[in-house]
């Protein structure tokens, strides 16, 4: 299964210290080239609100088509490459234009 970019897929996602791990929705943000192969690029998504993530609100326009439950926080500095084997199941996608800050905030750890 090939993910596209901007897609909210559900994994098994390890914790940093890789000690364990939880099912947790994240969202795949590397490009669809690179999402060719086995692995893809994602960042967590958490039901936690955080100031220093990216909030996604159950009140705006796009919540429905993303899948989520409740209001949730992209955690971008979280960046993982992942295997596409530990995918439980796809939920919905972000507008492209929310993927595009997204992208650019993780550009932003490596430079």
């Known amino acids: 299964?090939?993910?596209?970019?901007?897609?909210i897929v559900m994994v098994a996602f390890?914790?940093?210290?890789?000690?364990?791990?939880?099912?947790?929705?994240a969202l795949v943000v590397s490009s669809k080239a690179y999402n060719?192969?086995?692995?893809?690029?994602?960042?967590?998504?958490?039901?936690?609100?955080a100031p220093d993530g990216y909030q996604i609100l159950s009140t705006e326009s796009y919540f429905k088509?993303?899948?989520?439950?409740?209001?949730?926080?992209i955690k971008w500095t979280k960046v993982?490459?992942?295997s596409e084997a530990i995918v439980t199941r796809q939920?919905?996608?972000v507008p492209d234009e929310i993927l595009k800050q997204i992208?650019?905030?993780v550009r932003g750890v490596f430079t």
Do not use: H, N, W
């Open 91 to 93: 939920l919905g996608r």
């Open 80 to 82: 993982m490459t992942l």
């Open 36 to 49: 060719s192969g086995e692995d893809f690029v994602a960042v967590p998504i958490s039901s936690r609100l």
């Open 14 to 25: 390890p914790y940093t210290d890789r000690t364990a791990t939880k099912i947790r929705p």
């Open 1 to 7: 299964m090939k993910f596209e970019p901007g897609r």
């Open 65 to 73: 088509a993303t899948g989520l439950r409740c209001d949730s926080t």
């Open 103 to 105: 992208q650019e905030r």
